[in-house]
């Protein structure tokens, strides 16, 4: 049983099931969390010299302390390091390390440090396991959950990967306090769609109480980020490898991520671009009569008081590129968009896309 104050979240998929465990002030705990898994006493842990400067003494501490006998392996900060060039230095550390079939990773950092340290997980030595201890709030809520692991390639992001789930999610809300407000803008991104696509209550919540979410008020922290990681466990057991519900989980995605690639993944966080597309898709919605117009501005409201974006930026609204964009997305089949679109707060539905006059 979690202690009080903390909680815990089963991912439900059968001899890979594993709990999330989430609380304030947890890192230093880490390492007895993890011997009841029985890893090898030889483990490595992932990060980079931003997260590891604030937090790598308390996790390698912690993991000393309950007696692994941890290699470290830091690789530098940022998107353009997540490719098969470090993926590639990563392997050989852990070479020299030693690591075997029953060691671990633990990957101690935002999405990026998350999804390379998961496909090196599931791609050394055949697969071994991993942990995420994820310290961004997009991390936190969505990308350490789900085993979606993977790199980018020049031709396209994420595009080298494979499914492979953690054995444990060990999140500490106290590692929000040193996110920058703009990384924290885009993790509430995620956490908004959650509300649209499956929960008009939380959706609620997260008007009601935007003050104090944006304040890091813990009690509300920790009710964003259960019902975020409830919500994603829930449709993850029951679709892992997206062969249908799953792909709710991409509302926003289809618009975010023909946005990033226009602007070269520069002028945009993820998330960012994530919220223009929950509100592009929500205006297809309105238009097909899905969605009425409060909801369509509750959404759009919503998302703008989090300090997050509502629109397509001027200079590429209607541009033939978003459309080709979207249409190189690898979720689209052929030359069809097939987008999520809510049909009112807390539910959507897959449609296909064909007018993109909303673009404009
Ligand atoms: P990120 O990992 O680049 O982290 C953002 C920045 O915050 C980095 O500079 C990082 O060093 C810093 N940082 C991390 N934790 C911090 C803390 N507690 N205090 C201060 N600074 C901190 O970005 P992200 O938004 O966490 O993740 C984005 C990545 O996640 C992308 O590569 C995206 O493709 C991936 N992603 C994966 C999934 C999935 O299901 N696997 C889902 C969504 C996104
Ligand atoms: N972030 C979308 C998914 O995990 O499916």
Same mark, same amino acid.
């Given at each position: 049983m979690p202690d009080a104050?903390?909680?815990?979240?089963?991912?439900? +998929?059968?001899?890979?099931?594993?709990?999330?465990?989430?609380?304030?002030? #947890?890192?230093s705990e880490l390492g #007895?969390?993890?011997?009841?898994?029985? @890893?090898?006493?030889?483990?490595?842990?992932?990060?980079?010299?931003?997260?590891?400067?604030?937090?790598?003494?308390?996790?390698?501490?912690?993991?000393?302390?309950? $007696?692994?006998? *941890?290699?470290?392996?830091k690789i530098p900060d940022g998107e353009e390091y997540k490719n098969l060039l470090w993926t590639e230095f990563i392997y050989g550390e852990l070479l020299r390390a030693r690591l075997e079939r029953g060691s671990c990773l633990v990957?101690? $950092?935002?999405?990026?440090?998350?999804?390379?340290? $998961? @496909?090196?997980?599931? #791609?050394?030595?055949?697969?071994?396991? @991993?942990?995420? *201890?994820? #310290?961004?709030?997009?991390a936190q809520v969505d990308s350490s959950v789900g085993g979606k692991t993977g790199v980018?390639?020049? +031709? $396209?992001?994420?595009?080298?990967?494979? @499914?492979?789930?953690?054995?444990? *999610?060990?999140?500490?809300?106290?590692a929000l306090k040193t996110l920058p407000a703009? %990384?924290?803008?885009?993790?509430?991104?995620?956490?908004?769609?959650?509300?649209v696509i499956r929960d008009r209550a939380f959706f609620e919540y997260l008007e009601k109480e935007a003050a104090p979410v944006k304040n890091l008020s813990p009690?509300?922290?920790?009710?964003?980020?259960k019902r975020s990681c409830e919500i994603k466990a829930e449709v993850v057991a029951l679709d892992e490898r997206e062969s249908g519900l799953r792909a709710i989980l991409n509302y926003g995605h289809t618009v975010g991520h023909a946005v990033e690639t226009l602007t070269g993944y520069k002028k945009y966080l993820?998330? %960012?671009?994530?919220?223009?597309?929950?509100?592009?898709?929500?205006? *297809?919605?309105?238009?097909?009569?899905?969605?009425?117009a409060a909801d369509h501005e509750r959404i759009i409201k919503l998302v703008a008081s989090y300090d997050l974006p509502t629109e397509i930026?001027?200079?590429?609204?209607?541009?033939q590129e978003l459309i080709n964009a979207m249409l190189l997305d690898k979720k689209v089949k052929g030359s069809e968009i097939r987008a999520v679109l809510p049909s009112g707060i807390g539910n959507v539905r897959m449609e296909t896309i064909s007018d993109f006059s909303f673009l404009t």
């Open positions: 104050g903390k909680i815990e979240i089963t991912v439900a +998929l059968g001899q890979r099931s594993y709990p999330i465990r989430m609380g304030s002030s #947890t890192l #007895t969390a993890m011997l009841p898994f029985n @890893f090898e006493k030889r483990i490595a842990l992932v990060s980079n010299p931003t997260v590891y400067s604030l937090y790598g003494q308390t996790v390698l501490d912690s993991l000393s302390g309950a $007696g692994f006998d *941890v290699a470290l392996i990957a101690l $950092g935002g999405g990026v440090i998350g999804d390379i340290t $998961g @496909f090196c997980a599931a #791609t050394y030595m055949r697969g071994i396991r @991993f942990v995420q *201890v994820p #310290t961004t709030l997009l980018n390639h020049a +031709l $396209g992001k994420n595009m080298i990967g494979a @499914f492979w789930q953690p054995s444990l *999610v060990w999140i500490d809300i106290t703009r %990384e924290f803008a885009a993790g509430m991104a995620e956490v908004i769609k959650y509300g009690e509300h922290l920790m009710h964003i980020l993820h998330g %960012e671009a994530v919220a223009i597309g929950m509100c592009m898709e929500a205006r *297809v919605a309105r238009e097909r009569g899905l969605l009425d930026p001027g200079d590429l609204a209607g541009k």
